[in-house]
């Protein structure tokens, strides 16, 4: 056939992008294609090269009889910076604003693309963490959550207000709501979470932290680690800060309920992206 | 550069596989890569039959001066067959038996990798329908909903049961559940729907189909029509079923608490798939 190579380099692309984080032995693409692993080498050469120059992602070579290609997503600034002001323009949008100084947002989480947008960012700075689960807590976190899961290959385990029949036995935490102090209650599945899991905590939006908090509590309750927390909005000007490290795409400071003016600026992103981690 | 084609080629099937049922100018590709118009008809070409030879999906080319190329998901049977069985196989697991009949699927729709796989699915059954929104109802419905509609690029509502006041207005209906013949309430915010929508209905689980008729007709209340039904797994034995026209995945017959033992077979997917549509 005579666009054999051509025919690879499509069909590898494709699957490393659908196999985030998996380590692909080089047999396995040699076999497919009937080929040499020489040749499979020269193609994935191009390919590294092609995802670093395009941003589409990294590609780590372990070298070896037990080596092979892992494809990661990392995203450059320069494709970070656009969307997170984009971001930053769609939800200072007065039209959001709603009774209570809430903002409906429901529109952008039901944007698979933006979502889809944020999981890669999210995956993209925790790439060198070690991370088994993805946890959240019903029902707007869901999205983001499986966006980031799909591409760090992990599950997702969702953290739930009220009990359900289909969990199964469960384990339950009170927890103190921080912004109205109030004690709600959060449940999660047994049979969900392993012990000495790494567990992502996402959730799309934090004002004082108390429902990140609860979740770290339900961590301890299963024995699980926590790896880091990445939320979409964070809400500025809280008295008292619940959860210190955390990762946020966008901040919200003054919403002005009279006024009809909200606020929002960048969230820690590059700050957190710049020292410690590339 | 020595390897031009190969990296127009890569980038490509990024592109397109990250664009679906997105309508791409050549232009936009020439404009892109720096090339011919006619050097990318060729990369095309060239990538169409890779799609359609590894299954990966169909590349619809509109001609004329407003045309372009489209990407979307489309799906063989040798894909599609043997993940059915192994879902099946699964769900027919007898450890996930729950008291009262139910069955625990926490694990099975907390991996995104089945989770993804499904939407691949119902995106490939529904990829000549014109669907507007995607409809499910929280909260298990909503991984396999955002699954299909970023695939067929449309946004995903989410019906809920109780009232956030981060939804806005809202519309609030009642509706029979079909085996516990109990009256319960879903609602909408009215923001989420536009007059006139397409909207394919996704969910986890369907037993008499009370649930996906209570958002029918919620369709009804915002004068949007019905383009479909797809769920995962269908409960066969059902007295009088109050749906007719869906896709499952997955049909569970017999449950039986006692003996521990589930009867799982295939869904309508391949009938449903086999005379209409392809």
Redesign the interface.
Known sequence: MK?R???R???M??YL?EHPRQLVPLTFFAKRYGSAKSSISEDLA??K???E??G?GALQTVPGAAGGVKYYVKVKNEEAEPFIEKLCNLIADPERL???G??????II????I??KVGRLFASAYCDTKIDVVMTI???G??IA??V??LL??????V?GDNK????STVSINYVSGSTKRIQTMVL?K??LAEGSNVLIVDDFMKAGGTVNGMISMLYEFKANLAGIAVLVESENIEERLVDEYLSLVKLSDVDVRAKKINVNKGNYFVKNKGDKR
Chains 1, 2 share one sequence.
Not at 110 to 113: A, K, M, Q, R, T
Not at 153 to 158: D, L, M, S, T, Y
Not at 165 to 168: A, I, L, P, Q, S
């Open positions: 666009f190579r051509s025919e380099l499509i069909d692309t494709n992008l191009i390919i090269e092609t995802f120059h395009r589409i709603l009774p209570g809430y903002l409906f947002m429901t529109d039901g944007n698979p693309s979502v889809n019903a029902t707007k869901i999205p499986y966006a899961a799909s290959n992990v599950p997702v385990v969702i739930r029949v289909t969990e199964g599945s049979r969900s």
